[in-house]
């Protein structure tokens, strides 16, 4: 099958120039993405990129079986970057063939009655019958022996191939257990990888395993560090060299001429994959171009996961403190606190800025930055009503109510914190996902803590109550406009299987690393992962459902960037981020209020944010 490339138009090839992409020297590590350490340190192999000896023989060496036989084959199968490679001679010699090994022309030719399979070493190709075919990894020496991918030449024979999570063992079944050799064709997917998640590669191969199994095709998962990963997709597009299935973290950085140059239109397509059409509308409607036409496919999440403060409820009880329902009585439960001898300090969870604009939500009554009146779009930080925030804030951190570092905590670092007798009583920026990793055991009865999210404040007590809302998706899926139908529709099958809420891809870690990297496509358990989740008091699907109710009564988020073109976009964003900086500056005295004044008046008379303000209302 033929691989996808598409030359851009012009116009389209000197936008994509004029963007921030490294040259190639700054690029030499982004072929494939790093790969987990290996045990004596070192770097192991990267995904998809030909391995060294001495990274070789730190690999993974899965058992391999032929079904019905008890004893493993006499071979040494590595997992390198996410694929199984096995020796060539030992492996093709147990499925009947006559192995023959040219080291001149580096070349493994295999022979049996009716099958002739050809592989050249470092090659992105081998032969089945003569007829080329992509390999999911290339052939290549580890200690100068030939390896191959194991899966592929199985397949050539016509056998299908499992993974067995229970013992991380290989069974290859017998002969006519696959049909053809199409699903010998890979569908190549790229997708981010989070830091945090090295280990966790460890386990690509299987979960890539099990994906391929269910889908009934080879799936070849490249996964790119997070830090590189808007660089890789832009090389990939500039260079006209995508992959069968691409995500786009940030869609709108694109001009809508660009996506829909090269993504496929899939508007009359979803309807026949039912797990993408039961995806939620606002993420549809979100990721839509000006026709209401869909170049891609969403990977949603919930509007109502927007960061959110916390309040420990066991020291509530234990002061007779009510939950606050306003500004002013938060104000109090964290002075309470503080004098009781408590640590009654609001903690800045999450690692990046913005973990007190709950704050300013609250004050201006908006799930959102933008809000909708009855005289249009406006821009609530320039409101008095964020300056009446910033001073909330700020008296906080001169009451030492906010802690006085203004350190940002991370999930990994929540649960210590909220343990034992000095114990955080309270948290700010809270999100699901932290507010489940928050869950500790505390005491020397092992008690359990329970963070009570504040799921809905007023700024005073004839306000209505208002929750911060996100987005409705976390970027999108495109296929390549020039893929054919069945390579499209193999792509939409994947995401299909991917948004199917009874998905069991084999163990909890294969299904939660697919989530993770993948896209959880509204699978809200996940953000209970790595607690008890039969007694995680922090109810998650009950703050959801609350803040939901709350979501579904306040005017709709206002998500600026659908309207905006780029060189705009890109100046929002920047004024957002010094904005962002100012208040840290003011709520910690190191900026005054009057500083904040001045920033505003500069920023209303600007002729480009009123320009674009205007286009926002267009």
């Not at 690029?27 to 990267?46: F, I, K, R, V, Y």
């Not at 095709?217 to 992959?243: C, F, R, S, W």
């Not at 809508?256 to 009359?268: H, Q």
């Not at 209401?292 to 409820?313: E, H, K, N, Q, T």
């Amino acid at each position: 099958m033929k691989r996808t490339r598409f030359i851009l138009p012009p116009a389209l090839a000197a936008l994509l120039a004029t963007a921030a992409i490294p040259g190639p020297a700054a690029h030499a590590d982004l072929t494939a993405p790093p790969a987990p350490p290996a045990h004596n340190g070192s770097p192991a192999a990267p995904v998809n990129t030909p391995a060294a000896p001495a990274e070789a023989r730190e690999a993974v060496s899965p058992p391999v079986y032929l079904a019905g036989n008890a004893e493993p084959l006499a071979l040494e199968a590595r997992l390198l970057g996410g694929h199984t490679l096995a020796p060539a001679e030992a492996l093709l010699t147990a499925l009947g063939y006559e192995v023959s090994w040219n080291p001149d022309m580096q070349l493994i030719e295999a022979q049996r009655e009716g099958r002739q399979l050809r592989l050249y070493m470092d090659s992105p190709h081998g032969e089945v019958d003569g007829q080329p075919q992509p390999l999911p990894a290339p052939a290549r020496l580890i200690e100068g022996e030939p390896y191959i991918p194991l899966r592929w030449a199985a397949q050539a024979d016509g056998r299908k191939v499992d993974w067995r999570s229970a013992d991380r063992s290989i069974v290859i079944h017998r002969q006519g257990s696959i049909q053809s050799t199409q699903s010998l064709v890979p569908l190549r997917v790229v997708v981010p990888v989070p830091g945090d998640l090295t280990e966790e590669l460890l386990a690509l191969a299987p979960m890539t395993e099990a994906l391929s199994e269910q889908l009934g095709a080879t799936v070849e998962l490249t996964a790119v560090k997070g830090p590189h990963y808007q660089d890789k997709a832009n090389l990939m597009i500039a260079a006209g060299d995508l992959p069968d299935l691409l995500y786009l973290p940030e869609p709108y950085l694109y001009e809508p001429g660009l996506l829909s140059s090269i993504a496929t239109e899939l508007t009359d397509r979803i309807a026949d994959y039912p797990h993408l059409a039961a995806l939620p509308e606002a993420a549809w409607q979100q990721i839509a171009m000006g026709d209401d036409a869909v170049y891609g496919v969403p990977r949603p999440v919930s509007p109502v996961d927007a960061p959110f403060p916390a309040l420990r409820r066991d020291l509530l009880d234990r002061y007779g403190l009510a939950v606050p329902q306003t500004m002013d009585e938060l104000l109090t439960a964290l002075r309470e606190m503080q004098a009781q001898g408590e640590r009654g300090q609001l903690l800045a969870a999450g690692a990046d800025g913005g973990a007190f604009d709950w704050a300013l939500r609250v004050y201006n009554a908006s799930g959102s930055r933008l809000k909708e009146t009855d005289a249009g779009i406006v821009d609530t930080l320039v409101s008095e009503a964020t300056r009446d925030a910033l001073q909330w804030l700020r008296t906080a951190y001169e009451e030492g109510l906010i802690d006085p570092d203004y350190a940002r905590v991370t999930a990994d670092e929540l649960p210590d914190l909220l343990s034992g007798d000095t114990a955080l009583g309270a948290v700010a920026g809270l999100d699901i996902d932290l507010a489940a990793a928050g869950q500790a055991n505390a005491g020397d009865e092992g008690t359990l803590v329970e963070l009570l999210p504040l799921t809905a404040l007023r700024a005073d007590a004839d306000a209505a109550p208002i929750t911060a809302a996100g987005p409705a998706h976390e970027g999108l899926y495109i296929i390549p406009r020039m893929s054919t139908a069945e390579e499209a529709e193999q792509a939409l099958q994947l995401l299909d299987l991917l948004a199917d809420p009874q998905r069991v891809l084999g163990d909890p870690t294969q299904d939660a690393l697919a989530d993770e990297l993948l896209g959880d496509f509204g699978h809200p358990d996940q953000a209970l992962a790595g607690t008890d989740s039969a007694n995680a008091p922090v109810g998650i699907e009950a703050v959801r459902a609350a803040r939901s109710e709350i979501h579904a009564a306040q005017p709709a988020p206002v998500q600026p960037a659908r309207w905006l073109r780029n060189d705009d976009r890109v100046r929002w964003q920047e004024w957002a981020q010094e904005l962002t900086e100012l208040q840290d500056d003011v709520i910690t005295g190191r900026a005054a209020l009057a500083d904040w004044d001045d920033a505003i008046a500069a920023l209303q008379a600007d002729s480009d944010y009123m320009r674009i303000l205007e286009l926002v209302n267009g």
